[in-house]
T-cell receptor, first 113, second 114 residues
């Protein structure tokens, strides 16, 4: 298994500002992903974080709004840019190695006021 | 495109009784199937997976799931429910030919009463 640490665990931000969420895995992984989840609801994939190259975004998500970095095999960041109240959600980092299960961080609960 | 359906928003069961949380999937080719559990204010915890082999898969905390290819189902089961099993359960599927991203169902809230 892998242990994933996400920071911050929660934050309250002013609209129009940006927040960067960090995801650190305790060992090298092949794939890293970022999800969004409304409390009590399902997960929606934002993007796949690719090591050393641009992230692969899902339909409805764009790089200008959600820039992602992955400088190495154990670390990734997601920035939520120019935030509005609609961005209030839980953001989850996930990682996997090849043909194994994915592991998840504890999530970042973001509230935009 | 792959998809997962969890037809029940909520399942209620009394402690000590067996529980079933339903999941059906749609994917081209053979699937990788997963169950995760989420407790309040926590991330997702992996319960079990089906990759290949035995259709009955055993996982964490006494849970098991049965892969049924003809019915495209992967129902989660436990012989005797505990109050502490109360949580949100997600079924997920990955296309073996895909890029390892998971598609999640809508989730089923399990409530186990004392």
């Amino acid at each position: 298994s892998a242990v994933i640490s996400q920071k911050p665990s929660r934050d309250i931000c002013q609209r129009g500002t940006s927040l960067t969420i960090q995801c650190q895995v305790d060992s090298q992984v092949t794939m890293m992903f970022w999800y969004r989840q409304q409390p009590g609801q399902s997960l929606t994939l934002i993007a796949t974080a690719n090591q050393g190259s641009e992230a692969t975004y899902e339909s409805g998500f764009v790089i200008d709004k959600f820039p992602i970095s992955r400088p190495n095999l154990t670390f990734s960041t997601l920035t939520v840019s120019n935030m509005s109240p609609e961005d209030s959600s839980i953001y989850l980092c996930s990682a996997s190695r090849g043909d194994t299960e994915a592991f998840f961080g504890q999530g970042t609960r973001l509230t935009v006021v | 495109a792959q998809s997962v359906a969890q037809p029940e928003d909520q399942v209620n069961v009394a402690e000590g009784n067996p529980l079933t949380v339903k999941c059906t999937y749609s994917v081209s080719g053979n699937p990788y199937l997963f169950w995760y559990v989420q407790y309040p204010n926590r991330g997702l915890q992996f319960l079990l997976k089906y990759i290949t082999g035995d259709n009955l898969v055993k996982g964490s905390y006494g849970f098991e799931a049965e892969f049924n290819k003809s019915q495209t189902s992967f129902h989660l089961k436990k012989p005797s429910a505990l109050v502490s099993d109360s949580a949100l359960y997600f079924c997920a599927v990955r296309d073996r030919a895909g890029f390892q991203k998971l598609v999640f169902g809508t989730g089923t809230r399990l409530l186990v009463s004392p």
